[in-house]
Antibody, heavy 119, light 110 residues
């Protein structure tokens, strides 16, 4: 079964840091580009970051550029999101999502992990 | 990176057809054949329903169809069923490997 499982969410004070992880299984992780997408409570989806299969290409949404860092470990079938200088507006469920080269869309999603930025 | 514009809500009776619009710009929706649509039930992860403007992944009901004209994409659900009640989001490639989602539409089956 193709599966993505996020972890690492929690409560963090504004200005703090958190590292999210996404464990992949059931497919050849190293062959796919990956993304982080977030959803604030009661709000819509927002694309956060992209990393290519080999980590050679990385992009960020303007809202997180300079504060968040995406990375991956293909040997461990894992995706990461290092979140620094967290703000209240970063409060959201964070999903990792596979970008399929067959469909050129986000075809597999994890269940999400909740990040709450609050003092 | 402004969000694509969708109606906040659309409703229909069982068996009817409804259409959700998704309006972007010539820099995103109008430039690429890469609009996708996602269904999200409360408390669940999004599910891919349409990709490349009008293609349906295997396993998705043929009651779901997508189309696009200029800067506006559309998702049509025909033969509306109770299980279709959910939030729907469009998404477009926006260049330089960035993506933009729509504002989301809540579909209610009356």
């Amino acid at each position: 079964e193709v599966l993505l499982v996020e972890s690492g969410g929690g409560l963090v004070q504004p200005g703090g840091s958190l590292r999210l992880s996404c464990a992949a299984s059931g497919f050849t992780f190293s062959s796919y580009s990956m993304n982080w997408v977030r959803q604030a409570p009661g709000k819509g989806l927002e694309w956060v970051s992209y990393i290519s299969s080999s980590s050679s290409t990385i992009y960020y949404a303007d809202s997180v550029k300079g504060r968040f860092t995406i990375s991956r470990d293909n040997a461990q079938n894992s995706l990461y999101l290092q979140m620094n200088s967290l703000r209240a507006e970063d409060t959201a469920v964070y999903y990792c999502a596979r970008r399929s080269h067959q469909t050129d869309a986000f075809d597999i999603w994890g269940q999400g992990t909740m990040v709450t930025g609050s003092s | 990176q402004s969000a694509l514009t969708q109606p906040a809500s659309v409703s229909g009776s069982p068996g009817q057809s409804i259409t959700i619009s998704c309006t972007g710009t010539s820099s995103d929706v109008g430039s690429y054949n890469l609009v996708s649509w996602y269904q999200q039930h409360p408390g669940k992860a999004p599910k891919l329903m349409i990709y490349e403007d009008s293609q349906r992944p295997s396993g998705v009901s043929n009651r779901f169809s997508g189309s696009k004209s200029a800067n506006t994409a559309s998702l049509t659900i025909s033969g509306l069923q109770a299980e279709d009640e959910a939030d729907y989001y469009c998404c477009s490639y926006a260049g330089s490997t960035t993506y933009v989602f729509g504002t989301g539409t809540k579909v209610t089956v009356l």
